[in-house]
């Protein structure tokens, strides 16, 4: 933590006399060091702690650099608030492993007993069924399918039928718990196991066909944690492999976006025009959501006061059709195009300060737990949940996860397989 302090004051001072780059240095040679504290201790690739600290902090170096004529220089209540997100969740962490925490070392108690292998496929089936029978009725009902409109490079935002998306994109789970299936053995039956490659295939073609390159990568990441969380020693260019395979399908989607080259440079505004498109789009979508936050702070007139993280209780049970006033709450962001935020956008929102601060700690409480809990995992589908908080954490810098619906229904469904895993195995 000395190390986080004595770069971030760097980092702070260089961004007031200009020196973009030397301040994006020091918050890159920081997230760097904190993943390898984690790492280092706790052997764990996907340790919760490590993977925060280090996209959290390595996102806002990036931002730093200020690529894109969007960026401006921050107020002082931005950096406040990104530094207590960060402090807040580790020092948390620290405590309670200094008080509860085991051995240091990642010892897992490897689960693995075929018993969960039949309630792992009829998971499989079940979920590839209903959510491959929830794409066919929005294509049904809504006249198209998004990966054969062109010209159009919003198609996948109108493609939305209240309530039944939900359960469309619930297919992200499958290929990470085909995962945990092989994982534990498989089946004897070779028709049982092509019947799950085929259900995966499915799980994937579905995104593809909806053009969701979120939806996608979300898939292929969660399928790696789930796998790193379910062995031992795993090395890191499994993960590196799995963004390189992603690389075309994201190109390619891209483009049946209709988003080309000249579309997205236009949006983006970087400083130097020339720069690649295959560098300049993931740097806004990491660099900008920074920014977001920094128009949040500085143009707020009054906070909320826990509306806006209760969201997913509005739009789960509906309450946003009988009271709309409860979500018309406006969205504060440098470019209308550039609509996502940082995991702390509503809880500045609501609370202000004190609750970036609050929101950190409960968070990184959370991530203690689960990382305690990695070590002796009783129930297969744990990987997947500890898989899901692990990409939330990677992806940080991304959105506001926990005011989001679609984060909730995937830990309800998780939740709902582990009890019908945990009946069928006793």
Known sequence: MIVYLICYAASWIFARFGLYYLSGAALFLAAGYLYVYDYRRSGNLIHLRGLFSCFWV???GA???KLSKLQTDWALQ???CFFLALVGFWITFEVLDRLMGGNERFTMNRYRQRST???LFFCIVGLTVISAAAFVTEAAVLGFIPVLVRGVPHAYSAFHMTGLHYVTVSCVLIPAMTVLYFEQGGSRSGRKNGLIVLCTLVSIAIPILCVSRFQLVFAVILAVFTFCASQKNVSPWLFVAAVVALIPCYVLLTVARSHDVTYLNGIFEMKNSRMPIFVSQPYIYIANNYENFDCLVKALPAHTWGIRMLF???AL???KFLYPYLVSFPIYVDKTELTTVTLIYDAYYDFGIIGVLVFACILGAVCFFLVEKLREMKNPMGYL????MAIY???SFFTTWFSNPTTWFYFLVTAVLTFYCSVSRR
Do not use: D, E, H, S
Request: with cysteine; proline share 8%.
């Open 78 to 80: 931005t950096w406040i």
């Open 385 to 388: 949940f500890y898989g899901q």
């Open 312 to 314: 997913p209780v509005w």
């Open 63 to 65: 931002a730093c650099l």
């Open 117 to 119: 292998v039949r309630p």
């Open 58 to 60: 390595g996102g806002q």
């Open 317 to 319: 049970t509906g309450l």
């Open 393 to 395: 954490m990677m992806l």
